[in-house]
């Protein structure tokens, strides 16, 4: 669901799919998402990069090791952090449904510090957190020490994994202007 009167680049029409695109088309379809919609839409333009970028977000949403609730949390956040109101719009309801206390989400959105009583929550928030506005765009020893010791390195890694892949679709969706359907309340206008 997006607005197609405001993109800035038009997806690919399926009629003249190449057989290409007609193949990554429906192997998303195929898969956990069961369409094509934000970014894989207009990544679609260029095929090998829906398929690729398919295929990883397909592991960090549905396979990571952070489990639904951690892996939303992290996405919110990274959808905060670049103001992609998209990426908001889609993961805050993903994120409560995985069982995300609502007032984390709002404080989330408001740019203020949530009161966390789940020690695995605060350090995925603070990790994603930090790795965007820190100056070196990277986590203090401190954190970093603090995430090996609550998460465990798989998830470590798996957490980076996500707030990579949502920075980009984060971009993706802010430059080619992916914004929700006309009439669905934007949240993360300052």
């Known amino acids: 669901m997006m607005n197609p009167d405001k993109l800035r680049l038009d997806p690919p029409d399926p009629a003249s799919y190449s057989p290409r695109?007609?193949?990554?088309?429906?192997?998303?379809?195929?898969?956990?998402?069961?369409?094509?919609?934000?970014?894989?839409?207009?990544?679609?333009?260029?095929?090998?990069?829906?398929?690729?970028?398919?295929?990883?977000?397909?592991?960090l949403r549905y396979s990571t090791s952070l489990g639904p609730k951690l892996a939303e949390l992290a996405i919110i956040t990274t959808a905060r952090c670049?103001?992609?109101?998209?990426?908001?719009?889609?993961h805050k309801r993903l994120a409560l449904e995985a069982g995300l206390d609502p007032a984390i989400a709002d404080a989330i959105r408001d740019r203020k510090e949530p009161a966390f009583s789940d020690a695995e929550e605060e350090i995925v928030w603070r990790f994603t957190l930090e790795a965007f506005t820190n100056p070196r765009k990277q986590v203090s020893d401190a954190t970093f020490a603090k995430a090996l010791e609550v998460l465990g390195r798989d998830r470590v890694v798996d957490l980076v994994g996500v707030i990579g892949y949502y920075s980009l679709v984060s971009v993706t969706l802010n430059n080619f202007n992916i914004m929700p359907e006309d009439g669905i309340a934007l949240e993360l206008q300052d």
């Open 82 to 90: 670049w103001d992609a109101e998209f990426e908001w719009f889609a």
């Open 21 to 59: 695109q007609k193949e990554v088309h429906e192997m998303i379809v195929a898969g956990p998402r069961g369409r094509v919609v934000g970014p894989l839409a207009l990544w679609l333009n260029r095929p090998e990069l829906a398929a690729n970028a398919s295929a990883l977000g397909g592991y």
